[in-house]
Nanobody, 122 residues
């Protein structure tokens, strides 16, 4: 089992920056087999969407809507993943969820944080 705890959300004005962080804790057998860590978001009335994801080994993926503005980073020694969000827009307003995928063949495991609110408004 893995627990994910997010921090750092809040209310900012358009154009400002915000950093959200996620710390993973749990069984070593899970944490030593992390495939990817990332961030999703869900705005009111919308489905959850992938924002950014970093594979173990360093490959990253960004949604087109955040590419060039958001940066994902991981600290594998601490099992943390951060999302630096710059030039925020009102459409970035959403609940942001930390996600962690574990691969332990033949099974995969998918863990989620509780979500943290990010609001961009003037």
């Amino acid at each position: 089992q893995v627990d994910l705890v997010e921090s750092g959300g809040g209310l900012v004005q358009p154009g400002e920056s915000l950093r959200v962080s996620c710390a993973a804790s749990g069984s070593n057998s899970m944490l030593s087999n992390i495939y990817s860590m990332g961030w999703y978001r869900q705005a009111p009335g919308m489905s959850r969407e992938l924002v950014a994801r970093m594979m173990t080994g360093g490959n990253t993926y960004y949604a087109n809507s955040v590419s060039g503005r958001f940066t994902i980073s991981r600290d594998d020694a601490k099992n943390t993943v951060d999302l630096q969000m710059n030039s925020l827009k009102p459409e970035d307003t959403a609940v942001y969820y930390c996600n962690l995928d574990v691969v332990r063949p033949p099974r995969t495991y998918d863990f989620w944080g509780q979500g943290i609110q990010v609001t961009v408004a003037s």
